[in-house]
């Protein structure tokens, strides 16, 4: 998915000149990396706001327009309002093409319905993981990693090392031999078995 978010310099910098540029109706931002000196931007808070409801916002690469020149940016820090629906600041950070990134993904999970644990042995789903750090070169990030849950049986876990990522991505715990589990259903207790078994 290509997402495009449009933004221009400004000029004026300081916590007064950003509470001023709040009460016009936009966000204060900054943009930098790639070896390139960082630039203080300005972003329309409701279009951005939405923006951030939005899960591929979070995980994809970003195509930022400032006045016009595009660059490819990931989002890195928001700062928003402790209880009102606002966004106070927002970090972008430049993607060169040929350098790995290391992103953060999320997990969606699939026939979660049909997984013999939950079907047959009435078993509870236990999402152990939302999202996985990975590590891989700008045009392979993938928007989210799937997680099929069809054969999933209690007392059993899937791990990291079992989901299938496409050609170039890789998991950073993986890569330090953290071979961490994703989602579970736990064997019921003792009690609850030996229930079953009277009735």
Known sequence: MKIEISAKKRELQGTSASRRLRKTG?????????????????LDHNTLYHSLKKE?????????????????????????????PLVLHVDFQRVDPKEKIHMKVPFHFINADVAPGVKLSHGVIAHLMTEADVACLPKDLPEFIEVNLAELEVGHSIHLSQLKLAKGVEFVDLHHNNDKAV?????????????EAAE
């Open 183 to 195: 989602v579970s259903i736990p064997a019921p207790r003792g009690g609850v078995v030996a229930e």
């Open 56 to 84: 591929a916002f979070h995980s994809s690469v970003l195509t930022l327009d400032i006045d016009g020149a595009k660059q490819q940016v990931l989002l890195r820090d928001t700062q928003q309002h402790g209880f009102k």
């Open 26 to 42: 936009s966000v204060p931002g900054v943009v930098y990396g790639a070896g390139e000196p960082a630039v203080a931007i300005e």
